[in-house]
């Protein structure tokens, strides 16, 4: 489970996306949610697409290829979930994530 702020900051980490990741929650909050991503594979394009289309409410998933600390590289599958307060303001995204 991983929480992002609305600029995809991270915010919360739960302890299996650190065992996965080998990055600790210290290392993780408030990166960019690309931190760990290899560069050959990010298209900024495709994330800003992808980014508004949640900014805009609407759940989405994906598989996304990251690297471990040690440059390794795993896979998870991904549901980006928008949350909104009381009076429907997005306020984070929620991300449940299967490694896969």
Same mark, same amino acid.
């Given at each position: 489970?991983?929480?992002?702020?609305?600029?995809?900051?991270?915010?919360?980490?739960?302890?299996?996306?650190?065992?996965?990741?080998?990055?600790?929650?210290?290392?993780?909050?408030? !990166?960019?949610?690309? @931190?760990? +991503?290899?560069?050959? =594979?990010?298209? /900024?394009?495709?994330?800003?697409?992808?980014? *508004?289309? #949640?900014?805009?409410?609407?759940?989405?998933?994906?598989?996304?290829?990251?690297?471990?600390?040690?440059?390794?590289?795993?896979?998870? !599958?991904?549901?980006? @979930?928008? +949350?909104?307060?009381? =009076?429907?303001? /997005?306020?984070?995204?929620?991300?449940?994530? *299967?490694? #896969?």
């Amino acid at each position: 489970v991983l929480e992002f702020d609305l600029e995809g900051k991270f915010m919360y980490v739960n302890s299996k996306f650190c065992e996965i990741s080998q990055y600790t929650e210290d290392e993780t909050i408030w !990166r960019h949610l690309n @931190f760990n +991503i290899d560069a050959n =594979d990010f298209d /900024l394009n495709e994330f800003n697409f992808f980014w *508004n289309q #949640i900014l805009q409410g609407k759940t989405l998933q994906r598989t996304i290829k990251r690297l471990r600390k040690d440059g390794e590289p795993f896979w998870l !599958r991904a549901t980006f @979930f928008p +949350i909104t307060d009381e =009076d429907r303001n /997005l306020i984070k995204i929620t991300c449940v994530a *299967n490694d #896969i």
